[in-house]
């Protein structure tokens, strides 16, 4: 026998001692202790439920209505024109001209909202790439659309592209008109709006990064020259991306559900526009026609609505407080346009309702858009009552004090919280 096959009967001995020596055990264990009397285990009790969901009460339609009508017909309302439904089975409660049109203001940024939420994805993104210009040293910012730029954004770029001598932007991605018909020229420097190109700095803001401060009229080229500075490039100007040319940087912007949420919020009409207009490409369609047309597909009535913007700036607008309601019902009621509910401020504590509702019973519970220009008020959105039950509503006031129709369509809102 090897010396292998030795050692490996020796092996098996020993394995099988061990074995046999565990399995002996085992039998002693198991005959001096199969007399003992175990307890049973111990069992957790049934916890009780703390959260009980949400069992809405009958609504007492009679009370609601009168409620709501002698709340709307507050002269500080100027014309008013309102809708509320039950959000849990989309009925209408309460119907006041609803199905004529006013003014919307702000308030149009639900129509813009919802039609991206449709079309676009709450992932979605937009690349804007620079590429390498006719001439050696020359390079081109490649406008995609994205207002949301930042220094930061600018300094990322810089750091891929490393050297350049001369920084140019093409904005041909959008076309029409950079100010939209209804608006008025001077609400550039009132801090509402910038000329519209495709790519700026914090909405085109000059001198903060929020809020209604002066807007640049040129946002566009100062992208240009933000970047040539970091470069050290001594030319700027706009042209045309040579076709084909190499990419030689690239950054994304935030996704669509943070850049409607920030639009949504604070009101913008910066990145309202850029939204409408971004739907409109990837629609192959004019903004904001291409706003309608993807609310009409998805079975909206569209009776009475003009749009000559995305944003609510322009006087032209007229919506219905039935479309606004409807865009709200659907959004209570379905998956696919719920994330429309996360967009809105909440009262008392975000955006533009962030000041209102001190003193009344909607504060933490209305979420709603607001909507404001000379003369014309708006407030669309959802309330949850004390008795469990969800409403949506829309109200547009037009001709209307701005102060005393905020207050008067915030307690409209909160009156809802009894019901």
Do not use: C
């Not at 099988?16 to 957790?44: F, I, M, N, R």
């Not at 009460?57 to 507050?74: M, Y």
């Not at 004090?401 to 009156?415: H, P, Q, Y």
């Amino acid at each position: 026998m090897s010396g292998k096959k030795i050692w490996a009967s020796v092996a098996t001995v020993v394995a099988l001692g061990a074995v046999g020596g565990v399995a002996g055990t085992g039998y002693w264990v198991h005959d001096q202790l199969s007399d003992l009397e175990v307890k049973p285990g111990y069992v957790l009790p049934t916890a009780e439920q703390v959260l009980v969901p949400a069992t809405p009460d009958p609504i007492d339609r009679n009370a609601l209505t009168a409620t709501l009508q002698a709340l709307s017909d507050d002269p500080a309302l100027g014309t008013f024109h309102a809708r509320v439904s039950d959000g849990f089975t989309g009925e209408v409660l309460f119907d006041a001209h609803a199905a004529e049109p006013l003014t919307p203001a702000s308030s149009t940024k639900v129509l813009t909202a919802a039609s991206a939420i449709y079309t676009l994805g709450l992932d979605d993104t937009i690349t804007t790439e620079v590429v390498r210009g006719t001439n050696p040293g020359e390079v081109v910012i490649k406008a995609a659309g994205d207002v949301w730029f930042s220094q930061e954004t600018i300094d990322d770029l810089a750091s891929q592209i490393g050297d350049a001598s001369a920084v140019f932007v093409d904005t041909s991605i959008w076309s029409g008109d950079k100010i939209m018909p209804g608006w008025d020229p001077d609400n550039i420097d009132a801090g509402y709006i910038a000329p519209l190109e495709p790519v700026m700095i914090h909405g085109g803001r000059i001198g903060d990064t929020t809020g209604d401060v002066p807007r640049s009229h040129t946002p566009a080229t100062d992208v240009a020259q933000a970047l040539a500075d970091q470069l050290g490039a001594g030319t700027v100007g706009t042209t045309t991306a040579p076709e084909g040319a190499e990419v030689i940087a690239s950054v994304e912007s935030p996704e669509l559900a943070e850049r409607l949420a920030e639009m949504m919020k604070e009101s913008d009409n910066v990145m309202a526009e850029a939204i409408g207009r971004e739907v409109a490409l990837q629609r192959g369609a004019d903004a904001p026609q291409a706003t309608l047309d993807i609310l009409a597909e998805e079975g909206f009535d569209l009776t009475g609505v003009t749009l000559s913007d995305n944003s609510g700036l322009s006087t032209d607008n007229l919506i219905t407080p039935q479309l606004l309601d409807d865009i709200l019902v659907r959004a209570t009621t379905e998956d696919e346009l719920r994330p429309l509910l996360a967009t809105l401020p909440v009262a008392g504590g975000e955006g533009t309702l962030t000041t209102r509702y001190g003193d009344l019973g909607g504060k933490g519970w209305v979420r709603a858009k607001t909507g404001t220009l000379t003369g014309v008020n708006a407030l669309v959105g959802t309330v949850t009552s004390d008795r469990g039950n969800v409403y949506t509503f829309a109200f547009l006031a037009n001709d209307a004090d701005i102060n005393g129709a905020r207050r008067a369509m915030d307690t409209l809102a909160s009156a809802l919280r009894d019901f």
